[in-house]
């Protein structure tokens, strides 16, 4: 079509600024629809973010885990970021700015330079489940193994690669976009196989 002259008033010039204009609607929105979006933190100020994020009355998540450790002359029980360095958010991107205005976050994770949005039923089932005080404790992040579907429990819905340890099984959970897994203790009734 290189030497195709198109006329103003044409149907083929009305068709291309019909799709433009729809093209910059479905783009608000997309900016105005809240979804949920890491927020790449800087080490060890998860907490600081997620109290600066209640503060600033953005609705976020942030999983943890109590873990023993051990200094010089006593034992104490921390609780520590499942995911170390990341913050979940929920907010349209027309809002980003409360959130990567706070100091201590690096920017919210995605691609191209545009945040990416996270599965939002994959976050339902996390918050949903990490709201009921099982345990869990992060894990290196997997993409080989046994893939399961956990089918019961607060986690049902979920995929993920089975592991032993030692007599109790556990579901490795992984978050693709951020490159993180987390693992959670199921009961073998609870996974079905995923095939394919």
């Known amino acids: 079509m290189a030497g195709t002259t198109v006329i103003p008033g044409s149907p083929a010039n009305l068709l291309e600024r019909q799709q433009n204009a729809a093209g910059l609607l479905e783009q608000e929105q997309a900016m105005s629809q809240e979804r949920w979006y890491a927020?790449?933190?800087c080490a060890k100020h998860e907490k600081r973010v997620a109290a600066e994020l209640g503060a600033r009355e953005v609705e976020h998540f942030l999983p943890v885990y109590s873990s023993v450790r051990r200094w010089k002359d006593r034992r104490v029980m921390l609780d520590l970021p499942l995911f170390p360095g990341y913050v979940f958010v929920r907010l349209a991107l027309c809002d980003r700015l409360r959130v990567v205005q706070i100091p201590s976050v690096v920017r919210l994770?995605?691609?191209g330079g545009l945040p990416t949005a996270l599965p939002d039923e994959e976050m339902e089932i996390l918050c949903s489940g990490f709201s009921?005080?099982?345990r869990a404790e992060p894990h290196p992040f997997l993409t080989v193994g046994?893939?399961?579907r956990i089918t019961a429990g607060p986690f049902a819905g979920l995929e993920g690669v089975l592991k032993r340890k030692k007599s109790s099984?556990?579901?490795?959970?992984?978050?693709e976009l951020i490159q993180r897994s987390v693992a959670v203790d199921v009961d073998i009734a609870?996974?079905?196989p995923v095939s394919g």
């Open 132 to 134: 009921q005080s099982l």
């Open 190 to 192: 609870d996974v079905r």
């Open 39 to 41: 927020a790449y933190t």
């Open 146 to 148: 046994r893939r399961v």
């Open 169 to 175: 099984l556990r579901v490795v959970v992984s978050l």
């Open 109 to 111: 994770v995605g691609f």
